[in-house]
């Protein structure tokens, strides 16, 4: 997949009859009569809406144009409007020019749907190169914002679309919209009875989706257009999709979930998005007390430049996490700080930080480069050198972060959490490949049964998975933090958090947290007075304490407290999420020389083990990429279209 480019925004101007305009197009965003008759007669009527989602489960729209987002914000009004609806409504819009808030603000400043417009202006994203997953109606409502060139993003979606809205300025203005390539992968991405609308009637347009297995036809227009153009899609030939993403025909839409840290509440979360219901399990009485009870932990992005998949994924992580938790944190539900992080470098010079940054072109809410000087107002500290800071970072406590996705869940009747319930083996009902599986106690009680099961238990996986199936490696990292008290002898407390050689952030109470140490395969759980002193030692760098002040500071000072757990942490950092491959059907594969160059064609567990999925290898940025890597689950077992492009769900697919 291309590297995405750097986003420019639209410009948006007005014509003298206060018609939005788009000067780099010399085109309008909607006639002059306003944009509601043309999305009801052209994208809604054209094709057969709301009539069609009655009754469904999920419907799935793909836009080609999101422009001012009244195709979307119509769609979400017919869908309000009708008692019929699908159960939910999943958007997709693409847009290579987005608009900057405050013009998407004026654009709606005489929106006829004004609350609904409201709540858009509200959620809008940063203009970032990632999809951007926004909820409405309580997330039966969802927008699934693809910012790029939809010649480079297409490509990656991972959907089954059941309409398409095909909008953009015209094709004799913006030709890049219309290209074979384009309704290559509109085809591609086509639901079985899919259709399709446009205005234009283009004869590039009627090609193009005749060639690719739609039946074209033209049919009268509205505001000044003659004709427009609608079509239904019935190939030929449909090509079967990989085995790794054909979902479990589940009945009921029910899942086991093992493991209630922040891996096993975020799977519950997700998969509640999606109307599934969940038991999770857990070895200890309440959710979150085994890792994910640490005080607290950074929730921030990655950037490196090019843009890697491992910083793509993080950002993607980071962004989503921010959304979720923001309101959450503003009405006191969960504990932490999303104000900002600094993230140190001391490799870096000012000149070549503004090179990187340039290179990639992130907007400065989301990452911009703090020099020396910044760096020390910023955090209150002498810090050994600038660093990079990121807008909407900070800080949460895994704990109420995780128990707080499992609540959403709770509150809305899909999911139960069972305590005291250590899962010693999984087995089928029976040996019908449909029957469901079982969570069976050491003692032989039958914990929980579902069609689907998640292993979301961390190292603790490996152990649950039937024989015949292994994981990519995990390492069991131990984790010592160090918590010193509000009165530690020449402690600089820190004004936001921030990173660099470890970590330091100031608890609500007045404490600071800091750490954290790394040791591979250490399993001693006792918290040693040496790792206290490797994190006060990387504390002093980065201006928390005096450096003299370090070695007076011992385990047993009544100033320090300290906890020890461990992160399963793979080799590349980056999630192990979905079915586990089967290794004799893949030696098969491999002998017949099948294609095999990229994870999702790689054969998955054979019938026996149907339905069962893993989400783990969180390691220390946990907190950050859950919720994403939970939804990247969720949309796996369900079918739901895919929140990250194929490039990323490769990277964390669990057969990379």
């Known amino acids: 997949m291309k590297r995405a480019a750097p986003i420019t925004p639209a410009h948006l101007t007005f014509d003298a009859d206060g018609t939005p305009f788009a000067p780099d197009f010399d085109d309008v965003y909607h006639p002059a009569a306003g944009p509601l008759t043309q999305v009801q007669h052209i994208f809604l009527g054209g094709n057969g809406l709301p009539g069609r989602w009655g009754g469904r489960q999920r419907f799935v729209i793909l836009e080609t144009g999101f422009g001012l987002g009244n195709n979307f914000l119509a769609t979400w009004a017919a869908w309000r409007a009708d008692p019929a609806r699908c159960e939910q409504l999943v958007f997709i819009s693409l847009e290579k020019h987005p608009l900057r808030p405050a013009d998407l603000a004026l654009a709606h400043q005489a929106s006829p749907l004004p609350e609904l417009a409201r709540q858009l202006i509200e959620q809008w994203p940063l203009l970032t190169p990632d999809l951007h997953t926004l909820d409405f109606e309580a997330g039966r409502v969802q927008l699934m914002l693809v910012f790029g060139d939809a010649n480079h993003t297409l490509p990656g979606l991972q959907a089954s679309v059941d309409a398409f809205y095909l909008d953009g300025f015209t094709p004799a203005r913006n030709a890049a919209m219309w290209t074979s390539d384009v309704f290559k992968r509109v085809g591609r991405l086509a639901a079985s009875g899919a259709t399709a609308a446009t205005w234009s009637s283009a004869r590039v347009v009627r090609d193009g989706l005749a060639s690719n297995g739609f039946e074209v036809e033209r049919v009268p227009g509205c505001t000044g257009k003659w004709t427009m153009t609608v079509a239904r899609y019935a190939p030929r030939f449909v090509q079967p999709p990989p085995a790794a993403f054909r979902p479990p025909v589940a009945t009921p839409q029910a899942a086991i979930v093992i493991g209630a840290g922040l891996a096993g509440c975020a799977a519950a979360w997700a998969l509640a998005r999606q109307g599934w219901h969940c038991t999770v399990l857990d070895r200890q009485a309440a959710p979150a007390q085994e890792t994910s009870s640490n005080a607290g932990g950074l929730m921030h992005g990655i950037f490196n430049a090019p843009d890697s998949l491992h910083a793509r994924w993080f950002r993607a992580s980071a962004l989503l996490t921010a959304r979720l938790a923001q309101p959450a944190l503003a009405a006191g539900q969960i504990t932490g700080q999303l104000n900002g992080l600094l993230r140190l470098d001391e490799r870096l010079s000012d000149a070549r930080a503004a090179e990187q940054l340039a290179s990639v072109g992130l907007p400065p809410e989301y990452l911009r480069w703090l020099d020396h000087d910044t760096a020390g107002t910023t955090t209150g500290l002498p810090v050994p050198s600038g660093g990079w800071w990121y807008g909407s970072a900070g800080w949460l406590s895994p704990a109420s972060w995780a128990t707080w996705l499992l609540a959403q869940a709770q509150q809305a009747g899909l999911a139960r959490f069972i305590g005291h319930a250590p899962v010693e083996r999984l087995q089928r009902a029976s040996l019908d490949p449909a029957a469901p599986w079982q969570a069976i106690a050491a003692d032989g009680r039958l914990l929980a049964s579902a069609p689907v099961v998640v292993l979301a238990n961390a190292i603790d996986a490996r152990r649950l998975l039937p024989a015949g199936l292994t994981l990519p490696a995990l390492s069991a990292l131990r984790g010592q933090t160090s918590v010193l008290g509000a009165d530690t002898p020449g402690l600089r407390r820190p004004q936001v958090p921030l990173s660099g050689q470890g970590y330091a952030l100031a608890l609500p109470d007045g404490r600071v947290l800091t750490g954290a140490t790394s040791q591979d395969g250490d399993l001693d759980p006792s918290v040693r007075r040496a790792d206290h002193q490797h994190n006060l030692q990387r504390a002093a760098m980065m201006g928390l304490l005096e450096a003299q002040d370090t070695a007076s500071h011992g385990a047993g000072d009544a100033a320090f407290t300290g906890r020890v757990g461990w992160r399963a942490t793979t080799a590349d950092r980056l999630p192990l999420i979905g079915p586990p491959v089967d290794p004799q059907a893949l030696a098969a594969a491999r002998a017949a ?47 739901a279209p895919f929140p990250v492009d194929a490039a990323l769900r490769d990277a964390v697919d669990v057969a990379r």
Request: charged share 15%; hydrophobic share 45%.
């Open 593 to 639: 020389r099948a294609r095999l160059d990229a994870p999702r064609l790689q054969p998955r567990c054979h019938d026996a083990e149907q339905g069962l999925y893993l989400l783990t290898g969180l390691g220390s940025r946990g907190i950050t990429s859950a919720a994403l890597a939970a939804q990247v689950l969720a949309a796996w077992v369900t079918g």
